[in-house]
C-alpha cells in the first residue's frame, strides 16, 4: 500500500504570495491532518479535515486554510506570506474512524519564503 | 492547551547500550501517546505508541512506559545500532480529537 504522498517537495516562494501544498493520504484513510516543523518550533499542529468538513484546528492564524477532497485528498493554502512561514509541512493520514488511530506522516514540503 | 516537555535533547551512546527518552504532559485528559522517529530528509514514522488504559508496551528493542499518575511516559531502545541515530518525537493526544501534541525532539547519536 502507497503511503502519504505530498507535492510538491520543496517550494521557494517571496514574502506576499500565497501557496499551496498538496497530500494525498493512505488509500482508505479518510482523516488529514497538517502540521508545520520549525527548528523553533517543532511541530506544531495547523488543523485536520475528515469527509471534507475541518473537524479540528491549532492556533495558527487565517491565512493558513485547507480544505479536503471527497477522494480524501488534502490542500492547503498560505496567503501573504512572511518570512516566518518558511518551514516543513507535513501531512498525517490517519483511518478516521475510531479513537485515535495511529497517524502515518509523509515526507514532507519544504517551503522557503525570501 | 497541552504541554509536552522531551529530555534529553540531545543524547549520545555506544553501539549496544541502552537509550532512554523521557517526555512529560500537562492534559490529564491525553489518552494517546506515540512516539516518533525522524531522519533526515524524511517526515517522522511512528515506531511505537501507548494508550493510557495500558503501561508498557513492548516491539522487539523497543518499549515504552506510562506513567498517568505523574503524567510521564518514556521511551527505551535497547542494544542500540548505528541505524537508530535520528531525532524521537514524543507527542500526546486526546483532549482535541487526533492533533498530536509533539515535545521537541531528541537527537540521539549512537558510535560503532
Known amino acids: 500500500k502507497a503511503g502519504v504522498t505530498q507535492t510538491p517537495r520543496y517550494l521557494i516562494k517571496t514574502r506576499g504570495q500565497q501557496v499551496t501544498l498538496s497530500c494525498s493520504p493512505i488509500?482508505?484513510?479518510?482523516?488529514v491532518s497538517w502540521y508545520q516543523q520549525t527548528p523553533g518550533q517543532g511541530l506544531q499542529f495547523l488543523f485536520e479535515y475528515f469527509s471534507e468538513t475541518q473537524r479540528n484546528k491549532g492556533n495558527f492564524p487565517g491565512r493558513f486554510s485547507g480544505r479536503q477532497f471527497s477522494n480524501s485528498r488534502s490542500e492547503m493554502n498560505v496567503s501573504t506570506l512572511e518570512l516566518g512561514d518558511s518551514a516543513l509541512y507535513l501531512c498525517?493520514?490517519?483511518?478516521?474512524?475510531?479513537?485515535?488511530?495511529?497517524?502515518?506522516f509523509g515526507p514532507g514540503t519544504r517551503l522557503t519564503v525570501l | 492547551g497541552e504541554n509536552v516537555e522531551q529530555h534529553p535533547s540531545t543524547l549520545s551512546v555506544q553501539e549496544g547500550d541502552s537509550a532512554v527518552i523521557k517526555c512529560t504532559y500537562s492534559d490529564s485528559a491525553s489518552n494517546y501517546f506515540p512516539w516518533y522517529k525522524q531522519e533526515l530528509g524524511k517526515g517522522p514514522q511512528l515506531i511505537i505508541d501507548?494508550?493510557?488504559?495500558?503501561g508498557e508496551k513492548k516491539d522487539q528493542r523497543i518499549a515504552v512506559t506510562l506513567n498517568k499518575t505523574a503524567k510521564h511516559f518514556s521511551l527505551h531502545i535497547t542494544e542500540t545500532q548505528p541505524e537508530d541515530s535520528a531525532v524521537y518525537f514524543c507527542?500526546?493526544?486526546?483532549?482535541?480529537?487526533?492533533?498530536?501534541?509533539f515535545g521537541k525532539g531528541t537527537s540521539l547519536l549512537v558510535t560503532p
Open positions: 488509500s482508505g484513510h479518510r482523516s
Open positions: 498525517a493520514s490517519n483511518v478516521g474512524g475510531g479513537s485515535y488511530n495511529e497517524q502515518f
Open positions: 501507548i494508550r493510557s488504559n495500558v
Open positions: 507527542a500526546a493526544s486526546g483532549s482535541s480529537g487526533y492533533a498530536l501534541n
